[in-house]
């Protein structure tokens, strides 16, 4: 055997040096295993990614051993899948097929999933048998190969079946590692971070400072083996190896001591607490190591609001996370934009930690860290829920009171600003330097690494992290050993600051370059005028990529110095970064500022105080005529002295919160740091704001103290110009908010303003801060009750008593940090005050609702806004049905009326039409309002009218608009802010229709123009305003509705535009979305592909081809206009022509829709990357509530998320079909697609192909195992072809059903509806069943051809039969108790005896008393219940609905004859379609009271005499016939019938006339009610009874009844 030359660190573990570590170990690992674990067989497991990268090179390594051993190797599919039952087993067969012995030593060669799965299996395997881990993934380098845990997942979770077994040894070969993808790299540095944060500070702090060269070292492959050997390694190498061995040997050195887990071994699971919990949810879209990265930020944030850690570690920890590319909070955007993102609630989350292994009992525990390097306890801590809850929660309120901690002392962050200049002074000055108070940030962390990097300085922490100890270097500087950059990631500052600092670098080697560089980011931002003003004083500096940016190339020559000029327009920190190093200058320089204004002179100012500090003092030059400053200034030479200690000022800005609660509470805060002598404006806020306001203010030079006055006693201040100190005015906006008392004399505004106005000015640029602040105050400070208004360069607040400041507001804070804070101010004195995004605090004070507990004592608690986070506040509509109000626009004539009466009656709301409002405040009308004030007056006053509606009437109402409310924009503003709220609905109508009925109306003043002109330019404006559009399809309604010959047989498929108003309105509202029940609950459920180019070919034959189905399929990209029929290949059909199928359609069925667009290499015609175009087309459809839309999963994720966020109560199916006939329902890789399936879709839709029957069984287990996890979706599972119908047959939601009506089916193999049940009778799905009618006598009933023709024309195995019997007896009981009793009808005289017979009433048969219908029920445990319905009153109330003339929006009154059992069932019925009065006649008067008794809630009025209605009430639009028809006469000389007259139809609009009586068909009434007017539409007995055994059928079977052909049958049976 050939030796190998290696170098490899070894970590001992458990007592043994098991751990090797090295670069290119394959030989040595092979050699190592065969030298020191002698065995038969070698079997090495691997995954395809790895194995087809790396096991080449074991093979070889294998065959050179020359040993007598067998070397075997198995590969699996790569992914958490893996970890399976399924696939433990494949390996265990495939050793024992191989005939693997005791003695066969197994290689786990991959990442951790690679680990487990084979570490179990050795750990299991003739009882146990020796393995070796060989990780490829950073991961399971440092972590998963350590420690001997194994295990697989099963769907009940992660991890739950596994062993402790330990390797013989674990090899880490770093060189594996350039393989890895860059992600999986960040996932396991987050391990490697959380070790170092846990146990070694140094670790750590290399971490933060060489990141870049980290990354750097996986990046370069390394040639011939480079890193085999020491003399070989590379720096980097040696930094990564360094790095993985230190992590390696802290998880190593606790197993050893704890190898169990019972105490110490709890500490790896730092982060891992919340971390796992989040995991849970996000998996597997987040890897373990970022979902563990956001639980460490989380986890040392609940230490640090318990008091444990401070700020500065937390933040230190936020930073290295983020230089791994790790996301470090949940709204990262690689998270907040998941559609699984939506189940991070708290409560979830909290549920989750429940389960917790880690809790004692009830209590959850976390790791607390003290300080980076150390926790809090050597084991995991408890901590309570609230504190947890308050950690996690996006929003935040206060407990108002009073401060505990008052009189408060402290100190507030350190300004950033004085923080990066302390920083670079302290580094290039001599001596030792103790920064206290340094705001820690990306800025100073670079600029440390940097400084070390140039040997300028060393730094180090004291007092865990409180104080940085500089050791200066004098401004001695060397350029980074081995050519290394300098990389400063996005730090701008640092860029500006170092930029001159590495001119600085003394000439040691002319070739030597200092370069420094930056992110993608950082390449782009300018600093051109600073390279060139140091180019021109003699510096050589070279871009390297693009002019003016980063990177630079710097020549280590020296400052020249003598006479700089600097453009100093375009940022201060240029003049800065030179005048901290011109000290250092080879000559002393004269710094002069060149074109024209100087930006930011506050800021230079500022630097040059603290150089004086430092030792060095600058003078600025004047004009000798003038007296005034030049910008011109001369620096000596010299060198900075550093102080002892040097406290960084505070944030006077920040300072402003504590010192403003003070004055609100009427309690007292001194902050340090912070006194007259300060650099910063914002320093003079407690002198110029608080105390003209009342407060007590002392500031010495370094301190402020402030008293504030009693509770309720803050003054107004008249007038301030807030210019010094603009950032604090968000905090004297909230203070005057409560200023109550007027100003001090002299400060009262002389022009009439209110006493309590505080008038702040020079402040205009607030607006263009993080968001525009003045109008920020102005919204928010309004939600609290307080009134404001808006000034050019700034805002009036007028006071108000405390006690009418409104509780509750929830602020929202523009992701500002000042605006955040401010309102704090306010939450600590009006209760229950919510500030939405507690996060946006960590741009300058991360910390500061725990320094409000913990420093000013006031307690804060977390809030949960809504547990929809992210995607539901982008969603137009809430996810729950919502009352908001609806809007309805568009053309004048477009019907919105008609429909918004419509849409209030089926939403049971209120309908308002502005126009009457309108005509209401100005009863001259609008016509005359126009005259007198014009056209702009009157659009005003629309939208002013348009603004109170939804103030006063935002929930419950239907509110139509006049057609030109889109004519301006403040009112198109208006509606498109409406639509995030309610649904703004389009009425769209023709605009032929539309012409013609205006041409008949005369109360609206004429347009002026021609309607076609107007209509075009609001066309678009509608169309931008909208959330919905409601087609008014009146074309074909007109057509069909009015044309019928013969009203009183309208052929079932006639729809009414009533019940398209019920199903669209009471769908997008949420109220009732018409999603098809048979998904969840259980029962088999089917769609029908319409596959016409025009559906309106189809529109006769729908309601045949429907027969049973629960949607309808609309293929879209199948549809072609008639202009494009003979298109062949893929095409997109025009929105407008879509638009109008699905309305067509929607005139036919109620039945959901599904919306398709299939592409073509998914077997469609869509063409494949026509992306834009298939999203508008799904935008459409939701637009129209559309139900369900399909959607590929292979369209782009963005595409994908934005729809969901706007899908309303529309349903997704995300689908992905492969019609190759390769995919296989048993690979890793569909399991893969249909997590990103279940992830996108409310259903999973997946399409493969059948080579043979087998296909169906592997589709059939695939179905089961993804039922059977915890977030399983329905599942749409298809296999296309011949050989697929066995998976048509028993897919089970959604199977997509073919007729023999239509042209073509939409896929070879497709079943009709009828076909799948014969094929599941006969597969034993479905076992025949008996239905029978009770009652007598019933020889000439039309239900047995109802039903028998139904269930024949369904396929469905039943039989219905006549079952008459004298009583209710035991001959039923046995009939109703039999296992094959499907359902009963129930007939007079029975509908009451039965009842005691069933098990309950459903609450309408209950409410009527009276049951018609007997449904056997399975409940959840098996037993069979019987349930009594009713469904004789939906017989009515469908007949109503659907035969009422368009005449009567909403019927008022209405009239029942006689008052027997069928007239209990219309009372409900009547009272159900809301119709207020029903009148009530029986020849009998007592058997009418007792009716009228039996419904207490109805107002039914009893008449004494036809025709006659009393108390002038209205006459009624419908009419229910009760009685036999022999009861009634037309003849007055018939005295034993009721007399019919003429004046029973006095209804001007006519209505609806029902005749319960079944014989003759022409009863007296229908006659009377033909012969009175077409307005009259007639309903005979036997329709009713069509139509509630149409219910009945539908629900014992849960199927819709074939309508058409039933109706024919009956009728011809009636007939004979
Ligand atoms: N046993 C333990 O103590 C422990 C600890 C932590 C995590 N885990 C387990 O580890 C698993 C996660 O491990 P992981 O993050 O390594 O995932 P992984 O094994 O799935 O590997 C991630 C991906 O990288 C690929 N890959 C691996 N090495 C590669 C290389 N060198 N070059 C190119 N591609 C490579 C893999 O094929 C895979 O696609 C989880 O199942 C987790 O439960 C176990
Ligand atoms: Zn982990």
């Not at 170092?196 to 702090?205: G, H, Q, S, T, Y």
């Not at 050993?481 to 930029?499: M, P, V, W």
């Not at 469905?1356 to 009939?1375: M, N, S, W």
């Amino acid at each position: 055997m050939a030796s190998v030359d290696v170098d490899v660190r070894k970590v001992s573990i458990l007592g043994k040096e098991s751990i090797h570590c090295g670069f290119h170990l394959v030989p040595y690992i092979v050699k190592t295993v065969t030298a020191t674990l002698p065995s038969s067989t070698y079997v090495l497991i691997t995954d395809t990614h790895v194995g087809s990268l790396h096991l080449p090179a074991f093979q070889t390594e294998f065959s050179r051993a020359q040993t007598n051993s067998r070397f075997l190797s198995y590969v699996v599919s790569p992914g958490e899948t893996s970890k399976s039952r399924e696939c433990k087993a494949e390996i265990e067969d495939f050793l024992l097929l191989n005939k693997c012995t005791r003695d066969t030593v197994i290689l786990a060669l991959g990442g951790g999933v690679i680990g487990d799965l084979v570490g179990f299996v050795a750990a299991t395997f003739m009882r146990g048998v020796r393995f070796v881990q060989i990780p490829t993934t950073l991961l399971a380098m440092v972590d998963s190969s350590v420690g001997g845990k194994t295990a697989i997942d099963t769907p009940h979770g992660k991890n739950l079946i596994g062993a402790f077994w330990q390797p013989e040894y674990i090899f880490i070969d770093a060189a594996f590692l350039e393989t890895l993808p860059a992600r999986e790299f960040s996932n396991g540095m987050a391990e490697v971070i959380k070790t170092a944060a846990i146990w070694n500070e140094k670790e750590f702090a290399a971490l933060e400072s060489r990141a870049a060269e980290i990354f750097a070292a996986i990046q370069t492959p390394s040639t011939n083996f480079a890193g085999r050997t020491e003399s070989t390694r590379s720096a980097a190498q040696e930094l990564l190896l360094s790095v993985i061995a230190g992590s390696i040997g802290v998880k190593a050195h606790i197993v050893t001591i704890d190898e169990r887990e019972t105490g110490l071994r709890n500490l790896v699971n730092f982060g891992h607490t919340i971390g796992h919990a989040i995991e849970a949810v996000l998996t597997p879209a987040m890897l373990h190591g970022e979902c563990v990265a956001v639980g460490m930020v989380l986890e040392a944030e609940v230490a640090r609001s318990l008091g444990i850690l401070s700020q500065v570690a937390v933040g230190r920890l936020t930073r290295v996370l983020k230089a791994y590319n790790l996301p470090v909070s949940l709204s990262d955007p690689r998270i907040a934009s998941l559609p699984a993102a939506r189940g991070l609630s708290v409560t979830k989350l909290l549920d989750i930690m429940r389960i917790d292994k880690k809790n004692s009992g009830a209590q959850k525990k976390i790791v607390l860290l003290s300080r980076i390097g150390a926790t809090y306890e050597q084991k995991a801590t408890v901590v309570d829920d609230a504190v947890i809850a308050k950690t996690l929660s996006d929003a935040v309120k206060i407990v108002p009171g009073t401060p505990s901690k008052s009189p408060i002392r402290m100190a507030t962050p350190g300004s950033k600003s004085i923080s990066n200049r302390a920083l670079l002074l302290a580094a290039l000055g001599s001596g030792t330097c103790r920064l206290r108070n340094l705001l820690h940030s990306d800025d100073t962390q670079v600029m440390m690494n940097a400084l070390v990097e140039l040997k300028g300085a060393t730094f180090d922490w004291e007092d865990g992290g409180e104080t940085l100890v500089v050791s200066g270097g004098g401004g001695a500087l060397s350029v980074p050993k081995d050519n290394k950059e300098i990389y400063l990631g996005n730090a701008g500052t640092a860029a500006r600051f170092l930029t001159t600092v590495c001119t600085l670098v003394g000439a040691a080697n002319v070739e030597q370059r200092t370069i420094i560089t930056g992110n993608a980011r950082m390449k782009q931002r300018p600093i051109g005028p600073l390279v060139e003003a140091l180019r021109a004083n003699g510096s050589t500096i070279d871009y390297i990529e693009s002019q003016g940016c980063l990177p630079l190339s710097i020549a280590p020559a020296g400052l020249k110095g003598s006479h700089i000029r600097l453009a100093a327009s375009v940022s201060s920190q240029y003049v800065s970064s030179i005048l901290l190093c011109a000290p250092y200058a080879t000559e002393s320089v004269t710094l002069e500022l060149t074109g024209g204004q100087v930006i930011s002179q506050p800021y230079i100012d500022m630097t040059i105080a603290m150089m004086k500090t430092f030792g060095v003092v600058v003078e600025r030059l004047t004009d000798s005529e003038t007296g005034q400053p030049l910008d011109v200034y001369r620096i000596p030479k010299g060198t900075y002295t550093n102080p002892a200690v040097y406290n960084i000022e505070s944030d006077a800005s920040s300072a402003t919160y504590p010192l403003a609660i003070a004055a609100i509470t009427g309690t007292t805060c001194t902050i340090e740091n912070i006194g007259y002598g300060s650099l910063q404006g914002d320093a003079r806020f407690a002198k110029e704001v608080l105390e003209p306001m009342g407060c007590e203010v002392v500031q010495t030079e370094t301190e402020t103290t402030v008293t504030g006055p009693p509770v309720g006693q803050l003054r107004a201040i008249g007038l301030v110009d807030m210019e010094p100190m603009t950032d604090a005015f968000l905090t004297a906006s909230v203070l005057a908010a409560v200023a109550t008392r007027p100003p001090k004399d002299g400060r009262v505004l002389k022009d009439g303003s209110k006493p309590t106005t505080t008038r702040i000015i020079g402040i205009a640029n607030q607006r263009v801060k993080e968001c525009n602040r003045i109008k920020a105050m102005i919204d928010e400070l309004a939600k609290l009750g307080v009134e404001t208004s808006e000034l050019d360069d700034g805002l009036e607040v007028y006071g108000k008593p405390l006690a009418e400041l409104k509780e509750g507001a929830s602020v929202h804070c523009y992701d500002d940090h000042r605006v955040a804070m401010a309102f704090s101010v306010l939450g600590s004195v009006v209760k229950d005050t919510i500030i939405e995004e507690k996060r946006c605090v960590e741009k300058t004070w991360p910390n500061w609702w725990d320094d409000l507990l913990n420093k000013i004592g006031l307690d804060v608690e977390g809030v949960e806004l809504s547990s929809v986070q992210g995607l539901a506040s982008a969603s137009r509509l809430v996810e729950d049905s919502s009352r908001a109000s609806v809007i309805l626009i568009g053309m004048r004539g477009s019907g919105k009326t008609f429909i918004g009466e419509l849409a209030a009656n089926a939403l049971g709301w209120q309908f308002i039409d502005a126009d009457v409002v309108f005509e209401k405040k100005h009863p001259i009308g609008v016509r005359q309002f126009v005259q007198q004030n014009g056209w702009p007056a009157f659009r005003e006053e629309e939208t002013a009218i348009l603004q109170e509606l939804l103030a006063q009437h935002g929930e419950g109402h239907v509110i139509s608009l006049g057609g030109g409310i889109v004519e301006t924009p403040a009112a198109r503003d208006l509606l498109k802010a409406y639509t995030k709220k309610g649904p703004v609905v389009h009425i769209v109508r023709e605009i032929d229709e539309v012409i013609t009925y205006l041409g008949e109306e005369t109360a609206r003043p004429a347009y002026g123009e021609p309607v076609i002109d107007v209509f075009k330019r609001r066309e678009p404006w509608f169309a931008e305003c909208c959330s919905h559009e409601f087609v008014n399809y009146t074309g074909v309604l007109n057509s069909i509705e009015a044309s019928v010959e013969d009203d009183s047989k309208l052929a079932p498929s006639v729809l009414s535009v009533r019940d398209e108003v019920f199903r669209f309105f009471q769908h997008i509202t949420g109220l009732q979305p018409n999603l098809a029940p048979n998904l969840t609950n259980g029962r088999r459920s089917y769609f029908l592909c319409l596959t016409y180019p025009d559906i309106t070919l189809a529109l006769p034959h729908i309601e045949k081809m429907t027969a049973g189905v629960d949607a309808v399929e609309v293929r879209v990209d199948l549809l072609r206009s008639s202009k494009d029929y003979d298109k062949l290949g893929p095409y997109i059909p025009p929105t407008a022509y879509v638009t109008e199928q699905i309305a067509a359609l929607r005139h036919k069925t109620t039945l959901p829709l599904i919306f398709t667009v299939r592409t073509a290499s998914q077997g469609g015609q869509f063409p494949d990357h026509a992306e834009k175009e298939a999203f508008e087309l799904f935008v459409t459809a939701i637009r129209l509530g559309v139900e369900y839309i399909d959607v590929e999963i292979s369209w782009s994720e963005k595409n994908i998320r934005n729809l969901i966020a706007g899908k309303g109560h529309s349903q997704i199916i995300a689908s992905w079909h492969d019609w190759s006939g390769n995919m296989r329902w048993d690979s890793k890789a569909l399991d893969e697609k249909y997590g990103v399936a279940r992830e996108y879709g409310d259903i999973v839709k997946i399409v493969g192909k059948a080579n043979r029957l087998e296909d169906n069984f592997a589709l059939h287990n695939f179905v089961l195992r993804q039922r059977a996890t915890s977030d399983a979706k329905p599942i749409i599972a298809i296999n296309m072809g011949v050989e697929g119908q066995m998976s048509r047959i028993l897919n089970s939601t959604f199977s997509p059903v073919t007729h023999n009506l239509l042209p073509t089916k939409a896929a070879p193999g497709q079943l009709t509806f009828a076909q799948i049940q014969t094929a599941l009778h006969l597969l034993g799905q479905l076992p025949a069943k008996k239905f029978y009618l009770f009652g007598t006598p019933i020889a000439h009933s039309m239900s047995p051809t109802l039903h028998n023709t139904a269930f024949e024309v369904l396929g469905l195995p039943h039989k219905y039969e006549l079952f008459e019997t004298e009583t209710v007896g035991d001959e039923i009981r046995a009939a109703i108790a039999a296992p094959n009793f499907g359902g009963a009808s129930v007939t007079i005289p029975f509908k009451r005896d039965i009842i005691p017979l069933l098990d309950r009433l459903s609450p309408d048969a209950e409410a009527i008393g009276a049951v018609n219908t007997v449904i056997p029920v399975l409940t959840a445990d098996g037993a069979v219940q019987l349930v009594g319905e009713n469904t004789d009153w939906r017989g009515i109330t469908h007949s109503i609905r659907r035969s009422l003339p368009p005449s009567v929006l909403k019927p008022e009154a209405a009239l029942i004859i006689g008052a027997g059992g069928t007239s209990r069932a219309a009372i409900y019925a009547l009272w159900k379609l809301g119709i207020e009065t029903i009148y009530l006649f029986n020849r009998t008067a007592s058997s009418a009271h007792a009716l009228v008794n039996a419904f207490p809630d109805v107002n039914i009025k009893f008449i004494a005499a036809l025709g006659a209605w009393p108390d002038n009430g209205p006459a009624p639009t419908v009419i229910v016939s009760t009685v036999p028809a022999s009861a009634t006469s037309l003849d007055s000389s018939n005295s034993d019938a009721i007399l019919l007259t003429k004046s029973l139809f006095s209804a001007p609009t006519g209505g609806v006339v029902i005749d319960m009586a079944y014989k003759p068909a022409e009863t007296p009434l229908l006659v009377l009610a033909r012969n009175t007017g077409a307005q009259w539409r007639r309903v005979k007995g036997v329709e009713v009874l069509l139509e509630q055994g149409y219910h009945q059928l539908h629900l014992w079977t849960g199927r819709q009844a074939p309508k058409t052909i039933v109706a024919e049958r009956v009728w011809t049976a009636y007939s004979s």
